[in-house]
């Protein structure tokens, strides 16, 4: 089963000559990993954020688990995104990065987010880590406590835009483990440029 399929999708920047995606489409299926190769430039990230509803294209659709996303905006779409840069709030501690959207939203009792904030953590190798600040992780730490607070919304489908690329080479080859070890064990379906 399909839960990504994008048809005909076309965006053109204002300003820009061509269009920067001409006439894509493409279908992912059900706990699939799909990566995006592509120059620089070539409108990768550009259709991340048309699929998380950032962006809105001129023409083509995208659908999410059989729903067109057209009109939906991005807060209400189930997806979630993993950025170059983790984007971590530096005055709060790994818990409360990876708990952030339940908390403040209040859509989970004190006892299922304390379970789930851990479960999560545990996931991404971070156990024991929760009282840690930010300034006290590396990269690759951050990179993880990213991908934890993403997936602590229960996402189905992860867009994932160049986690690695500030991480050094064996810190890559250990990420890209850990996510094809959250794809096998969470059968969330990944984008992955």
Not at 75 to 82: E, G, H, L, S
């Amino acid at each position: 089963m399909s839960i990504l399929i994008l048809e005909n999708i076309t965006m053109k920047y204002p300003g820009a000559k061509e269009p920067c995606i001409r006439n894509l489409s493409l279908e992912t299926g059900s706990g699939e990993i799909t990566a995006l190769l592509g120059a620089s430039g070539c409108g990768k990230t550009t259709l991340l954020k048309i699929i998380a509803g950032l962006e809105r294209p001129q023409e083509g659709s995208v659908i999410i688990d059989g729903e067109n996303m057209r009109n939906l905006p991005s807060d209400k779409r189930p997806i979630a995104m993993v950025f170059q840069k983790p984007l971590l709030f530096e005055n709060m501690n790994v818990e409360q990065n990876v708990n952030f959207s339940p908390r403040v939203n209040h859509t989970m009792s004190k006892t299922a987010l304390k379970e789930k904030t851990s479960r999560m953590l545990a996931l991404v190798g971070l156990e024991g880590f929760e009282k840690r600040r930010v300034r006290e992780l590396s990269g690759g730490q951050e990179q993880r406590v990213s991908l934890a607070r993403t997936l602590m919304t229960n996402p189905r489908l992860l867009l994932l835009d160049e986690p690695l690329s500030a991480l050094d080479a064996n810190l890559k080859i250990t990420m890209e483990q850990t996510i094809r070890e959250l794809n096998r064990g969470l059968h969330t379906s990944m984008i992955y440029v």
